[in-house]
């Protein structure tokens, strides 16, 4: 995989499973207690010291680590899928140069029905064949990045999905308050009694036919403190008249609000970037099913010395203008809204997407036919 594996020399990250394993081992012998196996694992055979565990593509692709070991050993995999996201294909084979076996995964995308990037986690176990030792190498397999906030918006079931009908369309200020503990929130233009930020059914409509804007402003999390590099990404589509054919504006502004700044712009510290949405294609045999097709974004968010990311921090996505509706319509829909934090010992995007913008990762294989499905885990 073209840069597309990381592999982390601390204990950042383990999982519990992987806590639960090795509990188990050190039950078996003293914790003071010197061994004589050895099993090690690199990701490249010239890295100065093994890691800890593996942070994999979200487009997947085949992986190869490298095992020092004084002792013979199987490979297997393990994760709580239904379908196992990693298969082992070999173990066998020997690195001329370093001597070091290579173990061979072939490692499904995070998704292949959506730009879904939220971190899943399996254990590569490395076993001696001797099966009187009681040692086993377990190495976390990490794919994705941890959620700090998440919506898909299922929650919402007002009226129809297609976006043709506009019946029971539900301001942000009437929604439920189970809804509201989300922590979304939306700013009321002066003048009106509610903003423009309307609930669909499994998505949102952000403005009006009456050249109102709108905008969304992300929940706090407290775990943003700990954080210097985050990912956003969401999807938005702009109106197109079902009957008339006729566009509304598509501008998107993508704003960082109590700390960070956009990666894009690090060094001017720019707090906002400006995107354009696609437009859903009202003519197509498959419409609306298909009206989120390649409608998925990233926008990367840095914290810097003069700017970082903190408690305080949070994302607004703004759609026209909330102060005048002499530039006309500007109606987006939105959905599956996510804020996911990454270090600098995972898989970055930002270079490979091009910086901040459509979703070049995953968006390019979403919908590819020939890319094996497999069941996304809910887990955040």
Not at 65 to 85: G, H
Not at 332 to 348: H, P
Request: hydrophobic letters at 35%; one cysteine or more; charged letters at 25%.
């Amino acid at each position: 995989m073209k840069s597309c594996v990381h592999f982390s020399r601390g204990l950042v990250g383990v999982a519990l499973m992987v806590a639960a394993a090795t509990f188990v081992v050190s039950c078996e012998e003293h914790s003071n207690s010197e061994r004589n196996e050895s099993i090690e694992v690199y990701v490249d055979p010239s890295d100065p010291e093994p890691g800890d565990f593996v942070s994999v593509d979200a487009k997947g692709g085949v992986l190869k680590l490298y095992v020092k070991s004084n002792v013979d050993f199987t490979a297997s995999w393990e994760d709580e899928d239904k379908s196992p996201w990693v298969s082992v294909v070999d173990y066998s084979a020997v690195d001329p140069q370093s001597g070091y076996r290579i173990v061979t995964l072939k490692v499904k995308p995070r998704s292949t029905k959506s730009c879904y990037y939220t971190r899943r986690t399996g254990m590569l176990i490395l076993s001696p064949l001797d099966g009187s030792l009681n040692y086993n190498k377990y190495i976390p397999v990490h794919q994705g990045y941890t959620a700090r906030v998440s919506c898909d918006f299922s929650l919402l079931k007002y009226g129809k999905t297609d976006p043709r009908f506009s019946d029971n369309e539900t301001p942000i200020e009437n929604w439920t308050d189970a809804q509201k503990k989300y922590g979304f929130l939306s700013t009321v233009i002066a003048g009106e009694e509610k903003s423009h930020c309307y609930g669909k059914n499994g998505y949102l409509k952000m403005g009006d036919d009456k050249g109102h804007g709108a905008d969304l402003i992300s929940p706090f999390s407290s775990d943003l403190r700990y954080d210097s590099l985050l990912m956003v990404s969401f999807r938005a589509v702009a109106f197109t008249d079902y009957f008339t054919g006729k566009k509304d504006a598509n501008k998107i502004t993508v704003e960082v609000l109590g700390g960070g700044v956009i990666a894009d712009f690090a060094e001017e510290e720019l707090t906002t970037i400006e995107l354009e949405a696609p437009y859903y294609d009202v003519r197509s045999d498959e419409f609306p099913e298909n009206m989120w097709d390649h409608s998925d974004f990233l926008v990367f968010v840095v914290g810097t010395k003069q700017n970082p990311i903190t408690v305080n921090t949070q994302v607004r996505i703004t759609c026209g203008s909330l102060s005048s509706t002499a530039a006309g319509n500007n109606r987006i829909y939105l959905d599956n809204f996510y804020i996911r934090r990454y270090t600098e010992d995972e898989v970055s995007y930002f270079e490979e997407n091009g910086g901040s913008g459509a979703d070049r990762i995953l968006g390019s294989i979403v919908y590819e036919d020939n890319v094996e499905d497999e069941v996304e885990s809910s887990g955040e």
